[in-house]
């Protein structure tokens, strides 16, 4: 027997999302916050009427917080999971940054943009290890930065390049005021980045960076979500009971796994292990769901049991539509789950990176 840890994030399409949002004009689909004053984007984003699309769940495990860049009106909104299991987002602040000197979505390696995706925050370099890596040159990063794991899976299958990619402060704060004035950074004001770092936890606090915020109507965004578990619900279940063409029809033509292969490859080897002797005992907790562009991400933990293996851990399916706009994973991974806390421990907010 052996044991490692799974937490599933399927990332799938949200072409249709865009559909369901509601104009605010008969020229746009959805709207945004972007001309709109601070104090007017915060009174929306926190309206119990409305949600924004990229969250459809958060998780107190995995996603208790969560941050989403807006490039266009230069915020950076906080939110965490909401009081109730059902994981509805509660929005707590927003902040002033600064982003790429170009605007766009990044593609290349020194093309100065910021990248637009879903992201973790997967390392910490304080304002010393900053000056002795790279001397005088440090300083302008402030008093710390925290490393976006760009580009993910998802950016390096469309051909992205580039990386360094960090949300950081500066000692020149005059460039918040800018708002485009990074080589593709997330820049935010010293004292700003202390407080933002109270909910970061690496690898738990996700970071979304969009060119503009988009809010569904509750009952569209409710009826969304009830979508995407429907299928994570139908895709345990064939798993569970070893239904073969159940299962692997929530895979897509082009999913390619890095061990086993393309579709065709990855299906025999998953038929070998249905036929082995006994049912497996699979079960998923701590769901949350985010959404980008034509994907949308899907965290779970997974406890997995057979005659030969013993897993709970971190998994990651990508998810994107098919042609007949159905739900289907073009690429996994798994790794173990990251975390000084034991599962089922609250996250408290705290100067961990700053004392």
């Known amino acids: 027997m052996f044991t490692r840890a799974v937490l599933v994030i399927l990332v799938f399409s949200t072409q249709m999302f865009a559909l369901l949002c509601f104009a605010d ?30 969250i459809y769940q958060l998780d107190r495990f995995f996603a208790h917080h969560l941050l989403i860049v807006e490039k266009a009106t230069h915020r950076l909104h906080l939110f965490r999971a909401g009081d109730s299991n059902e994981g509805f987002p509660s929005y707590l602040q927003s902040y002033v940054i600064a982003t790429g000197q170009t605007s766009g979505d990044k593609s290349n390696s020194g093309d100065l943009k910021t990248p637009e995706g879903i992201y973790q925050l997967i390392n910490f370099l304080p304002n010393k290890e900053l000056l002795r890596q790279y001397g005088n040159d440090g300083k302008k990063y402030g008093i710390g930065a925290f490393v976006l794991d760009y580009p993910n899976l998802m950016d390096r299958k469309l051909g992205k390049t580039g990386g360094g990619i960090w949300l950081h402060s500066t000692d020149d704060e005059s460039r918040l005021l800018k708002g485009l004035d990074s080589k593709g950074c997330v820049v935010v004001g010293n004292q ?26 509750k009952e569209t965004w409710n009826n969304n979500r009830e979508m995407i578990r429907l299928m994570i619900q139908d895709w345990l279940d064939a798993w569970k009971n070893e239904n073969l063409d159940r299962y692997i029809g929530h895979y897509h033509y082009d999913f390619k796994d890095p061990i086993r292969g393309n579709f065709r490859s990855f299906r025999a080897y998953k038929q070998a292990v249905f036929q082995n002797p006994g049912r497996p005992v699979v079960d998923i907790d701590n769901l949350s769901i985010l959404a980008f562009g034509d994907y949308a991400v899907v965290n779970l933990r997974q406890i997995y049991k057979s005659n030969t293996i013993d897993d709970i851990g971190r998994k990651t399916l990508y998810l994107k539509k098919n042609e007949r706009y159905q739900w289907k994973i073009i690429a996994e991974q798994w790794s173990s789950v990251k975390s000084g806390r034991s599962h089922g421990d609250e996250f408290t907010p705290s100067m961990r990176f700053f004392k």
């Open 192 to 217: 700003n980045l202390k407080d933002i770092s109270q909910y970061i936890e690496l690898e738990h606090t996700p970071i979304i960076i969009v060119q503009d915020l988009f809010f569904l109507r």
């Open 25 to 54: 004009t008969d020229a746009e689909v959805g709207f945004t916050i972007a001309n709109q004053t601070p104090a007017a984007s915060e009174k929306m984003i926190a309206s119990d009427l409305q949600y924004p699309a990229n």
